[in-house]
């Protein structure tokens, strides 16, 4: 069979202008073994942003795989409503020892955008049910993503996602973020103190009273080219939603499970959200899963006799699926067993230092800014006023088109450039990611 054709004969890519694939054909992977996938020929790509930012550990984790083989020859599914089974129950303690203060009730979805809509509803739901009726309205960032259904894409603000579809969306009120690199205040990340953080407060003076819940991405907002931000904002978010009696949700969906250098990024600020969305990385790339974590508080809102109509009654077939709980406790064993949280810092320096070196220099580099193992390399048009690439000339997928075919898989967003690798990741491979991701670069400028 010629894969490639019956592929473009019959599947719609997520994310993507079709036309592209016509100069640029689909790669068939048949197999994946730690950073490294391979192809039906068996040429070798290296992952740089695991897979869109899931697969923790690398490709066909023995762990992982064996959890998996063990499950699905005891239980592949059964209805959650009413049903449980030991690896979810499992999952939920030993999770909960990893979580922020005061997250104790877990409720299932199978995806991200899943989650986040989830976790919408619940604190809408929430203070309607208390008598805050007016409470009706969300809060969420400029340049922020959470997801592709229509309330996440609502709270979203990229328009590369969101444009067309405007007219079907709710109403958010959208507060300017944190933009660090282009700093209106002209500060520093490194040494600020939020002084941006005036926007939140501004508008939260107006419409606080209104306001049902707050959505952020702690630390990073990723999709829009991993812009990272300090935690001292993330902190003064916490008091001003403690101050409105608003809900926070952290959206930890591609920043959860130790990208950040801790086990979750609210850690970084020392506070709890009232809600946390989890997905990505929960079981290591394998399964479809997610999961939104509240307080008991916001638990009990809904806890009544059911006559009086309080029950949450939101769904999804796959909620709490087994296969996906086995593989969500291998990540956790392979956090424990391999002492992955403890080596982690030291290796984030090393990698660090290696992307710095590879390409602070470069004419073309803008920044270069890292949180954990994620580290951005923003190309601009002039390194001295910050000016960005014309969209047009879509210089970061051109790049990405060089680097694919000398074997890395370095998927940019927009002129941003980053590799988001598995936790795993050896200095040898660090330095074979590199090595051609700047020698594309190269190819690229140097055309």
């Known amino acids: 069979m010629d894969y490639v054709q019956k592929d473009l004969d019959y599947i719609w890519h997520p994310c993507s202008q079709m036309k592209d694939y016509e100069t640029f054909s689909p790669i068939v992977i048949e197999k994946g073994e ?6 039906v020929d068996g040429k070798k790509y290296l992952d740089a942003v695991s897979s869109w930012w899931c697969n923790l550990f690398g490709h066909s984790n023995p762990r992982i795989n064996e959890a998996l083989i063990q499950q699905v020859q005891n239980l592949e599914h059964v209805i959650f409503a009413n049903f449980s089974h030991k690896p979810v129950i499992e999952l939920c303690h030993r999770l909960h020892t990893y979580l922020p203060e005061g997250l104790d009730k877990f409720f299932f979805t199978d995806n991200g955008s899943a989650a986040v809509e989830a976790a919408l509803k619940m604190s809408f739901h929430y203070h309607a049910q208390i008598g805050n ?11 922020a993503y959470h997801g592709e259904t229509i309330g996440a894409l609502s709270v979203g603000d990229l328009d590369l996602y969101t444009e067309v579809y405007k007219p079907l969306m709710i109403d958010v009120t959208r507060v300017q973020g944190p933009d660090c690199y282009r700093c209106p205040y002209r500060l520093d990340r490194a040494s600020c ?9 501004e508008s939260l003076a107006q419409i606080g009273e209104e306001v049902a819940a707050f959505i952020v991405e702690p630390l990073v907002q990723a999709a829009a080219g991993m812009k990272i931000y300090p935690p001292i904002y993330l902190k003064k978010l916490r008091q001003a939603c403690d101050k409105y009696g608003i809900h926070l949700i952290a959206d930890e969906i591609a920043v959860g499970f130790g990208r950040t250098g801790k086990m979750f990024a609210c850690e970084h600020a020392g506070i709890s959200p009232d809600m946390i969305c989890l997905s990505k990385g929960l079981t290591g790339g394998y399964m479809p899963m997610a999961i939104v974590v509240t307080t008991n ?3 009990e809102a809904f806890y009544a006799d059911y006559k009086e109509g309080k029950a949450f009654m939101h769904s999804h077939t796959y909620s709490g699926n087994p296969l996906g709980a086995s593989c969500a406790l291998a990540v956790l064993d392979i956090f424990e067993k391999e002492n992955i949280l403890e080596e982690l810092p030291e290796r984030n320096v090393i990698f660090n230092k ?7 220099d470069y004419p ?8 954990g193992f994620i580290n951005a390399v ?9 000016k960005s690439f014309d969209s047009s000339l879509r210089v970061g997928y051109e790049i990405y088109k060089i680097a694919v075919s000398k074997g890395l898989i370095l998927r940019p967003l927009g002129n941003v450039l980053y590799f988001n690798p598995p936790l795993t990741l050896t200095e040898s491979e660090m330095d074979e990611m590199l090595a051609i991701a700047k020698e594309s670069v190269e190819n690229y400028f140097n055309r």
């Open 193 to 201: 103190q939020g002084e941006c953080f005036e926007k939140v407060e």
């Open 378 to 386: 923003e190309l601009v048009e002039d390194k001295a006023t910050k």
């Open 364 to 371: 073309y580099v803008g920044e270069i800014r890292q949180i």
């Open 133 to 143: 009726s007016q409470r009706k309205k969300f809060m969420a960032l400029t340049d």
């Open 297 to 299: 508080k916001i638990y």
């Open 354 to 360: 290696k992307v710095k070196a590879t390409f602070q």
């Open 34 to 39: 730690g950073l490294a996938l391979y192809d």
